[in-house]
């Protein structure tokens, strides 16, 4: 018993470490949670300090119009970007499995994902609006944004699938499945919680981008919700009206706005943006752990 | 049978027509007839001119050392080697007559030539949507026709009476011979002639691999069977016929009682001896 307490310096020297390791592992991890919490914090109490009701009104003088904007434009940036980029993913998973197409494929959505967003915002006044010759929109918005978050979700469908077991797809094909069978009944229900996980990175992304906003969705919202008439551009749901996003706001607040009230817009519409992805966040995993469970059935 | 008849009755001298029917039918009996067969994976001659006839209601083992294309054969019988890019396939082979490298589509294939693989694999879905997979690929949409052919598959896997207050539940929560018996299932819910099975048993404990011996055993009663092992004695447990394979070549295949008690081939002898492999 005695001897075996006696430790050799080597041994020693290997505890000492991994005790060194595991303390400053938990205390970076530590730091970090702390300056999380005191940034929340600090939002929130800006946000309460200057609190007003009216400025949750959905009025110019509110930043309701603005809230729903945002939801409005995720939304709709969600309907475009998600079967595009799931169908670039599976594209790149499934068929272009190799040579110079999925080189080049590859290249071009790397370079498309470092793209600074004030130049895809640029790029879409010059396609979707000049081009177009049509007013500030949030369909030329949420067009311009899918830019963004498009090889976001092409990137993690096409890992989410090359990390399926091949056990996968042999199985479906001995079953006398068509590619496309396999892919669509077999491999996409199988990736989809890591799917969902590409899906919430990308409307994270939007929900915070203002510069691809700034000449494409507009700076200006102008609603009336006793519209009913989709077309009107007073209409809360019309795509092709100008619609200013939260993010978009906060922006203008900072930097221009001669409203005595803009600040406390700005750290409310912060709040409200922080809570908003947060809340999407949680929908959505809670929507992936349901269609899993459909899916996969219970696992106990 | 009704056009030989009227041959017979009309002209008495269609006696070779008979006989021709004799042979058709024989080869009915079998379930594949191998002619010639040549495969290559790109240029590696993988295979070379094999002749085999598989029977109707058998169980026809394929032993041999590891690479030396028993399991390759195995695949070409269900073309799950198309999938694998530069292959070659020369020779013919014949489902009940049909070529199955001409006449036959892959997808038909594969639901008439189930197969069953080394590992478990079961999809990560319920244990109901797993065995309804194929039967929906086949376009069986209706709730009852499905549940039935569900409890049939199931059934006859052996597996019915452990699962069926659970099949909502997801078959990976099952163990890995549960798996293996629910992967039989799936195969026989689309209804195959023949069930190929790559090394079935080899991820499986004694217990689990003895179940699914005993199950091959009762499912030859309604399907032709070929199976890959590399157990010997399985091997002789369970199979009519055996084939033995080295490199590439088929050396000897014949009923397994002879390959076990007296082989023609010395090389099968070394083999089931334990001299190499």
Redesign the interface.
């Known amino acids: 018993m005695q001897a075996s307490k006696a430790i050799p310096a080597p041994r020693r020297r290997a505890l000492t470490s991994d005790r060194i390791v595991t303390l400053s592992l938990h205390v970076l991890a530590g730091a970090t949670l702390l300056l999380l919490l005191s940034f929340v914090g600090y939002i929130a109490y800006s946000a309460l300090i200057d609190f007003q009701p009216s400025l949750l009104e959905f009025s110019p003088t509110g930043i309701g119009n603005q809230l729903f904007n945002t939801v409005y434009l995720v939304f709709l940036s969600l309907i475009i970007s998600v079967p595009l980029g799931i169908g670039a993913g599976i594209y790149m998973a499934e068929y272009a499995t190799h040579g110079r197409i999925q080189k080049v494929l590859r290249i071009a959505i790397e370079t498309l994902s470092s793209l600074p967003s004030i130049v895809v915002g640029l790029f879409g006044y010059l396609v979707f609006i000049i081009m177009t010759n049509s007013q500030w929109n949030l369909f030329a918005g949420a067009l311009t944004v899918s830019i963004l978050t498009l090889p976001l979700i092409a990137t993690i469908t096409e890992d989410a699938l090359r990390a399926l077991?091949a056990?996968?797809a042999?199985?479906?094909?001995?079953?006398?499945?068509?590619k496309w069978?396999t892919i669509s009944?077999?491999l996409i229900?199988?990736a989809f919680p890591a799917i969902i996980t590409g899906i919430i990175l990308a409307a994270g992304r939007v929900f915070g981008e203002a510069a691809a906003l700034m000449f494409t969705a507009g700076m200006s919202t102008d609603i009336n919700w006793n519209s009913t008439d989709i077309t009107s551009p007073t209409n809360a749901f019309n795509p092709f009206r100008s619609g200013e996003t939260l993010s978009l706001q906060i922006w203008a607040s900072r930097s221009e706005s001669l409203d005595p009230h803009a600040s406390a817009m700005a750290n409310l519409s912060a709040l409200l943006l922080l809570a908003l992805v947060f809340m999407f966040s949680i929908g959505a995993r809670a929507l992936s752990r349901y269609l899993n469970r459909k899916?996969?059935?219970?696992?106990? | 049978m009704e056009m030989s008849n009227m041959a017979l009755s009309t002209n008495p001298q269609s006696i070779s027509a008979v006989q021709s029917m004799v042979a058709a039918q024989e080869a009915i009996a079998n379930a594949f007839t191998v002619e010639d067969l040549n495969f290559f994976y790109g240029s590696f001659h993988a295979l070379k001119n094999i002749n085999m006839e598989i029977k109707k209601n058998e169980i026809t083992a394929l032993i041999g050392p590891s690479g030396c294309g028993k399991s390759t054969f195995l695949r070409i019988l269900n073309r799950m080697n198309d999938l694998e890019g530069d292959i070659t396939v020369k020779g013919r082979i014949c489902l009940e007559g049909e070529d199955i490298y001409k006449d036959i589509e892959p997808i038909v294939l594969r639901h008439r030539v189930g197969m069953v693989f080394q590992q478990p694999n079961p999809f990560p879905q319920s244990l109901y949507d797993n065995v309804a997979f194929g039967p929906r690929l086949q376009g069986i949409t209706n709730k009852t026709d499905l549940d039935q052919i569900v409890e049939e598959s199931l059934q006859r896997a052996s597996l019915w009476n452990e699962v069926k207050d659970r099949l909502k539940k997801s078959a990976v929560s099952l163990s890995g011979g549960q798996q293996q018996r629910l992967c039989i299932a799936r195969t026989l819910a689309t209804k195959p002639e023949v069930i190929l099975m790559d090394e079935p048993t080899s991820a499986l404990d004694p217990i689990s691999t003895a179940k699914i011996e005993e199950l091959a055993l009762e499912l030859k009663e309604k399907y032709t069977i070929v199976i890959v092992t590399h157990n010997m004695q399985q091997a002789a447990r369970i199979s009519d016929k055996t084939a033995f394979f080295l490199m590439g070549d088929l050396i000897e295949y014949n009923k397994t009682k002879v390959i076990f008690s007296d082989p023609h081939q010395p090389k099968t002898a070394d083999y089931i001896n334990g001299r190499f492999g």
């Open positions: 077991p056990s996968y042999k199985g479906s094909y001995g079953l006398g499945a068509t069978q009944r077999v229900p199988a899916n996969l059935g219970d696992t106990k």
